[in-house]
């Protein structure tokens, strides 16, 4: 948690991030990610000041658990003094312990972004879905909570100008945008109208155009015109029979040269980052087998 602190920016957390996406598809399936539609709304997790602060606590934890489908799951909150917002006891359940940082007893707005991460690590806990590392679990944790729908809080309990700072989670601002407008483009939702926070806005902003983006890649047909001349460019090359044997473009594709097979292009899935593999052989439609998105391309 960013109190004060220096608040980090960009997308440094990229890769990790698109992994976690990916993770997310491969363990809950196509199906299951498509239940969480629906994202969590202001007024099932808002607190004021006249709530009581731990029957408060205790309702929207209800609401998360409700949301994340862990209908045997229950928390139990509490508030002490501490370095990070919060942290959760990961045992077998069906109980499971809470703390947030005492600093939530006067910032109860935050409390539902708290509890939206801590939850999830009981979620993910009992998926058996998990990263090496506390970073890169961390990180699967804030992508996870915001693709399932609850993470436009943590961006919301982002703030900062000249005087104060404060941010919850491990991704930054931006990523935590990319997330959400990834999550945007497959269900049609528009998370902005929810923001408090006019910087949580220009983040989401940013996340979008970086989520457009991956749209604008060759061999998709949707790609730039710069793209799809490094693409020819790099093609060429690939089906130079001098060529190694795979050829990393300059790009997020690459090429397999054919020998007896034809030429292969593979390159990220836009939406759940699975790499696709196809013929080299002009206008081709491809389906991702994981999350099923349909992709024009001109191979």
């Not at 969480?36 to 205790?58: E, H, I, N, R």
């Not at 600093?103 to 690590?121: C, N, P, S, Y």
């Not at 690459?254 to 836009?270: A, I, M, Q």
């Amino acid at each position: 948690m960013a109190n004060g602190g220096p608040v980090e920016h960009g997308f440094p957390h990229l890769e990790t991030v698109r992994a976690a996406v990916t993770a997310l598809y491969r363990r809950l399936s196509y199906d299951t990610v498509r239940t969480f539609s629906a994202s969590v709304v202001p007024a099932d997790v808002a607190f004021c000041d006249t709530d009581d602060l731990y029957l408060g606590a205790q309702r929207v934890a209800r609401e998360l658990v409700r949301h994340y489908r862990l209908p045997d799951a229950r928390m139990i909150v509490s508030f002490r003094e501490m370095t990070h917002a919060a942290s959760v006891e990961l045992a077998a359940g069906p109980e499971y312990f809470v703390e947030l940082n005492d600093r939530f007893r006067t910032h109860r707005r935050d409390i539902g972004a708290a509890l939206a991460h801590e939850v999830m690590h009981v979620y993910l806990h009992r998926l058996g879905l998990s990263f090496a590392g506390t970073r890169d679990n961390e990180i699967l944790t804030d992508t996870a909570t915001t693709y399932l729908g609850a993470g436009w809080l943590l961006l919301d309990a982002y703030r900062e100008d000249a005087a104060s700072s404060q941010k919850l989670g491990y991704l930054t601002p931006e990523e935590f945008g990319y997330v959400l407008a990834k999550r945007a483009l497959v269900f049609g939702e528009d998370p902005s109208v929810w923001f408090t926070s006019p910087q949580a806005y220009t983040a989401y902003v940013k996340g979008m155009e970086r989520a457009r983006r991956d749209e604008r890649q060759p061999p998709l047909t949707a790609a730039g015109w710069a793209g799809r001349r490094r693409y020819a460019r790099d093609r060429r090359h690939a089906q130079d029979p001098h060529a190694g044997a795979v050829l990393a473009a300059g790009g997020p594709y690459s090429f397999t040269p054919g020998g007896r097979e034809p030429l292969r292009v593979s390159f990220p899935c836009p939406t759940c980052h699975q790499r696709i593999r196809v013929p080299v052989r002009g206008r081709v439609r491809a389906r991702c087998g994981l999350c099923g998105s349909v992709l024009e391309c001109d191979t």
